[in-house]
C-alpha cells in the first residue's frame, strides 16, 4: 500500500495557532484543527467491496478515480491522506496522481467538514440578487466573520470569499460560497448538501441555518430531503439511496422556456408571460403572408435561420409537426430573395 502523506495540524490562515491566546483568530477557528486518523479494519473492509463495485463498471480501472474518491470521503467526510493512499492501491496510480485530481476539484474535501455544507452562490446574477449579502451574513451569524485570511483579497463588498469551507464552532456547518449553482432562475440559490433552496434572503438564510443547527433540517425547495454531507458523498460515488424521484423536480421557472417553445406560453410581452399564447395562424396562406412582413422588416437571412429552427423544433417534438412545416417551409421560400451585403452577419451572430 503507498504510503500515506501525513497531514500537518491545522493552522489558521494568519499562520498563528488559533485560539483563545490569539485575539486575532477567534474560537470558532479552533473547531477545525485535526489530524488525519486511519481507517479502520472494518472500513477497510467496506471499502474494498465498494471500490470493487464501482471499479467494475469502467472499462478502465482508472476511470474510477471519481466516484472512488466521493468514496473514500464518504466514509472519513473528507479525503485524507489514507484516502489518497487507498485510490492510489486499488487503481495502481500514484498517490501523486491521486492528490492531483483530488486538488483539482473543489467538491473534494481536503480537510474535515460539518455535517451540513452550506454552499452561497456569489457568481454574477446571485451576487447582484443579493448573494453576497447572504454569504456575509451566515458568515457574521455563525461567528466566521473576523476568520479573515491574509491571503486571500477581499473581493465584492467588504466581507472576504474564502476557497474552501469555513467550519463552524460546533463542527455541524462548513460555509462556502459557490460558483454558479446552475439555478440562476432562482436567484439567490443557497445549497445544502448540492441540494436547492430558492430566492433565499439574508433572513431566510439565517432561518435555513438555525433549523440545522437544531437538528430540524428542512426540506428544500427542490430535490430529496436532506442526508448529511457523507451520505451524500456516497450517493456521488454511484450508490443510489433511492431516493432520485423524491421531492419536486424541475421548477415552473426553469420549465418556462420549453414551454415558449411549444408555445404554451406568450414569450415576449411582460404583461402576458405564463398566459397561454392567442391563436396562430395555421394556413399556408396566413403564414405567407405573416412572413412577407417579416421579409420586409428583418431580411431573408434570418428568415433562413428561423426557417431551420423551426424544423428543428418539428424534429425534436417542441412543435407540432404540420405546425412546424408550415412555419419553415414558406420562410425557406421567402429567404430565397436577394441579401444586401451589409445584411446577415450581426443577424447570424445574434441567432445562433
Known sequence: MTTPIPLPLLASPTGSSPGPGNPEVPQAAAAVQWLDQPFTAEQLEGLRADAATVIARYPQPRSALLPLLYLVQSVQGYVSADGLAFCAEVLNLTTAQVAGVASFYTMYRRKPCGTYTVGVCTNTLCAVMGGDAIYARLREHLGLAAHTCATQPASRGTHLHHPEPELSADGTISLEHLECNAA???????????????????????????????GQPPLPTRGASLRSAAQTSRVLAGFSDGRADEGVGAGGASLAGLRVARGELHPVDPATVGQPLPPQPHEPEQVAEQVAEQVEETGSHRLHLRAQKAQQAGQEGLLPHEQAKDLSEPMATAAQSPLTPDEGAADDEELI
Request: proline content about 6%; overall charge negative.
Open 184 to 214: 440562476c432562475d432562482y436567484a439567490p440559490v443557497v445549497m445544502v448538501n448540492w441540494e436547492f433552496f430558492d430566492n433565499q434572503t439574508p433572513d431566510s438564510a439565517v432561518a435555513l441555518v438555525e433549523a440545522l443547527l437544531a
